[in-house]
T-cell receptor, first 111, second 111 residues
Framework: QKEVEQNSGPLSVPEGAIASLNCTYS??????FFWYRQYSGKSPELIMF????GDKEDGRFTAQLNKASQYVSLLIRDSQPSDSATYLC???????????FGKGTHLIIQP | NAGVTQTPKFRILKIGQSMTLQCAQD?????MYWYRQDPGMGLKLIYY???????DKGEVPNGYNVSRSTTEDFPLRLELAAPSQTSVYFC??????????FGDGTRLSIL
């Protein structure tokens, strides 16, 4: 049984600070890693994906992957109140059989 | 470009009734997925399809059926609705299994 673990939070971060979200996964064969943002009552929205060890940056977002530790993280720089949402970590084995999601971390950016 | 369209957005069913949740995509994606999301939980895969005429079970398929007669459409059928099927249902599509683009979801209550 593939598992993806996230701290459910809430994680409270002051506006302008760096928000750090973490995720661990159980399947060492996992190939692809995704971060989705989900506002309350809305559908998941893809914000980052990463396939290789190391860092990947896109604007204010940085995804970090460490396959040896089975650990994925998402950093959000200069956090804004609009970043307040639930962030879902998802992993894939590289096949067609869908993504395995964590339960999500509820992030609150305090003005 | 509508992306992934789900209908209906909301529905209330009585125990034992049946219904079909519709999902259509206009991006010519081969891969399509159905997930359910219970409150405070991540998404769990119900069924997926890699192309017209091909479907396979995900993590939680019991009580559901799917068909894929065209590339565009991937309906999810609930037979004999049960309270445990109260959830938000998301359909997703992808050109090559990942990443996935989600529809707006169907909120289903079984009473």
């Amino acid at each position: 049984q593939k598992e993806v673990e996230q701290n459910s939070g809430p994680l409270s971060v002051p506006e302008g600070a760096i928000a750090s979200l973490n995720c661990t996964y159980s399947d060492r064969g996992s190939q692809s890693f995704f971060w989705y943002r989900q506002y309350s009552g809305k559908s998941p929205e893809l914000i980052m994906f990463i396939y290789s060890n190391g860092d990947k940056e896109d604007g204010r977002f940085t995804a970090q992957l460490n396959k040896a530790s089975q650990y994925v993280s998402l950093l959000i720089r200069d956090s804004q109140p609009s970043d307040s949402a639930t962030y879902l970590c998802a992993v894939s084995g590289g096949g067609a059989d869908g993504l395995t999601f964590g339960k999500g971390t509820h992030l609150i950016i305090q003005p | 470009n509508a992306g992934v369209t789900q209908t209906p957005k909301f529905r209330i069913l009585k125990i034992g009734q049946s219904m079909t949740l519709q999902c259509a995509q206009d991006m010519n994606h081969n891969y399509m997925y159905w997930y359910r999301q219970d409150p405070g939980m991540g998404l769990k895969l119900i069924y997926y399809s890699v192309g017209a005429g091909i479907t396979d079970k995900g993590e939680v398929p019991n009580g559901y059926n799917v068909s894929r007669s065209t590339t565009e459409d991937f309906p999810l059928r609930l037979e004999l609705a049960a309270p445990s099927q109260t959830s938000v249902y998301f359909c997703a599509s992808s050109p090559n299994s990942e990443p996935q683009h989600f529809g707006d979801g169907t909120r289903l209550s079984i009473l």
